[in-house]
């Protein structure tokens, strides 16, 4: 009979989570927003680079792609090299705005979907990125959000972490924890903690998150908690959401759209 352990996120071991994290790099993105390679007047945003059957793009919200359009490139940075992209070039799909999130003038759904064409795909997998098939994981039983079993990460590009002139960004996943929101319009919503004990350590802004990656890993451990083991990443480490909005109070949060949003509305739309 399996027993669910509630382990406080700074006793996790540093392999165990280091292990996760490099796996949800291989599928996100960091990006910047410039004119050229040489602008050193950028703004830095994020994506999950994914497959929808035969469709390949970038998953990211919808303002993220709003400010985006009104730059002349789109750089998408990665340890062993970047990718130039021409926004002129993209084509987007992009859900209406129906709504508003409660208690702000932001307009809700705020998701995206990039398209690339097969020469992007195969060059960007040259430089040592992975797409995330939806198609696979759209009847996974990890998917349910309202369990908060699991090893939760975000992934972002904070702009407190860049450093422009040097040419140098910083991807950041981070351990937290995650909470089902709501539903609006048929659209799902999670909350994302940031001020959290276990990570007191953290970005005061996480502007450049927009776009990043919600995900979720499911674990296990012996009983005497000395040995953590994930059976299988690709199965078992699942992206759930794209955050969106900070929100501006003392207890810290980030808004996501939840997974129903992605592998049932977005995937329609796609």
Same mark, same amino acid.
């Given at each position: 009979?399996n &027993?669910?352990?509630? @382990?406080? @996120?700074?006793?996790?071991?540093?392999?165990? %989570? /280091?292990? @996760?994290?490099?796996?949800v790099?291989?599928?996100?993105?960091?990006?910047? =927003?410039?004119?050229?390679?040489?602008?050193?007047?950028?703004?830095?945003? #994020?994506g999950?680079?994914?497959? $929808?059957?035969?469709k390949a793009?970038? !998953?990211?919200?919808?303002?993220v792609?709003?400010?985006?359009?009104k730059h002349?490139?789109l750089?998408? =940075?990665?340890?062993?090299?970047? /990718?130039?992209l /021409?926004?002129?070039?993209?084509?987007?799909?992009v859900?209406?705005s129906t709504?508003?999130?409660?208690? %702000?003038?932001?307009k809700?759904?705020?998701?995206?979907?990039?398209?690339?064409?097969?020469?992007?795909? *195969?060059e960007?997998?040259?430089i040592?990125? !992975?797409?995330? #098939?939806i198609?696979?994981r759209?009847?996974?039983?990890?998917?349910n959000?309202?369990?908060?079993d699991g090893y939760w990460?975000? $992934?972002?590009?904070?702009? *407190?972490?860049?450093?422009a002139e040097?040419? %140098?960004?910083?991807?950041?996943?981070? +351990?937290?924890?995650?909470?089902?929101? *709501?539903?609006?319009?048929?659209?799902?919503f999670?909350?994302?903690?940031?001020?959290?004990? &276990?990570?007191?350590?953290?970005? /005061?802004?996480f502007?450049?998150v927009?776009?990043?990656?919600v995900w979720?890993t499911?674990?296990?451990?012996?009983?005497?908690?000395?040995?953590? !083991?994930?059976?299988?990443?690709?199965?078992?480490?699942? $992206?759930?959401? !794209?955050?969106?909005?900070? %929100? +501006?109070?003392?207890d810290?949060?980030?808004?996501?759209?939840?997974?129903?949003?992605?592998y049932?509305?977005?995937s329609?739309? @796609?």
């Amino acid at each position: 009979m399996n &027993e669910t352990i509630g @382990i406080p @996120i700074r006793n996790l071991p540093k392999d165990f %989570t /280091k292990a @996760i994290h490099d796996h949800v790099r291989l599928y996100s993105v960091t990006m910047l =927003m410039a004119e050229s390679i040489e602008d050193d007047r950028v703004i830095p945003c #994020s994506g999950t680079l994914c497959t $929808f059957g035969h469709k390949a793009g970038i !998953v990211t919200a919808r303002h993220v792609w709003e400010e985006a359009r009104k730059h002349e490139t789109l750089i998408m =940075m990665t340890g062993r090299g970047y /990718k130039l992209l /021409k926004t002129e070039s993209i084509a987007p799909a992009v859900p209406q705005s129906t709504s508003k999130l409660p208690n %702000t003038d932001d307009k809700i759904p705020d998701l995206a979907f990039l398209y690339l064409d097969a020469k992007q795909k *195969a060059e960007i997998e040259g430089i040592g990125k !992975v797409f995330y #098939s939806i198609d696979k994981r759209i009847n996974s039983a990890y998917l349910n959000v309202q369990s908060s079993d699991g090893y939760w990460t975000i $992934f972002g590009n904070p702009k *407190a972490l860049l450093r422009a002139e040097e040419r %140098t960004v910083t991807s950041f996943v981070y +351990g937290t924890g995650v909470k089902c929101l *709501a539903e609006i319009d048929g659209w799902d919503f999670l909350s994302v903690d940031l001020n959290i004990p &276990e990570n007191p350590e953290i970005p /005061k802004s996480f502007g450049g998150v927009s776009g990043g990656g919600v995900w979720r890993t499911m674990w296990n451990c012996d009983s005497d908690q000395t040995r953590f !083991v994930v059976s299988n990443l690709i199965e078992e480490c699942v $992206f759930v959401g !794209v955050c969106f909005y900070e %929100t +501006g109070e003392d207890d810290r949060q980030l808004i996501a759209h939840g997974p129903g949003s992605i592998y049932e509305r977005l995937s329609r739309i @796609i």
